[in-house]
């Protein structure tokens, strides 16, 4: 496997991981039980899933009353599309084996 599939093999399932988190969270407020800390999603957002985290918050309607999500979400996906263009400008070049 190289890096690039396994680069988007991780990316892909970190979106998964964060679009399931906010429709679980949103199931569990509907039923008044244990809820996911909000640490947690922004975690998850974060280390990579913050697409899946943005279309969840929209897809199930959860959480878009929080100024700080509505705003920090897309914050760290514009911080991760930065990170990511300066690092396909960047003068080095990483080799793995």
């Given amino acids: ?3 690039i599939t396994l680069l988007i093999t991780y990316f892909a399932a970190m979106n998964l991981i964060g679009l399931f988190l906010m429709g679980l969270d949103k199931h569990k407020a509907k039923k008044h ?3 996911i800390p909000e640490s947690t999603l922004f975690i998850t ?3 990579g ?8 918050m929209y897809a199930f309607r959860h959480k878009t009353r929080r100024w700080y999500f509505v705003y ?3 914050a760290i996906l514009v911080l991760q ?3 990511f263009i300066a690092l ?10």
């Fill in 88 to 97: 396909l400008r960047a003068p080095f070049q990483i080799q793995i084996m």
């Fill in 45 to 47: 957002a974060i280390i």
């Fill in 33 to 35: 039980l244990w809820r």
């Fill in 49 to 56: 899933g913050s697409i899946g985290c943005i279309i969840g």
């Fill in 81 to 83: 599309i930065a990170l």
């Fill in 72 to 74: 920090g979400m897309p």
């Fill in 1 to 3: 496997m190289d890096v």
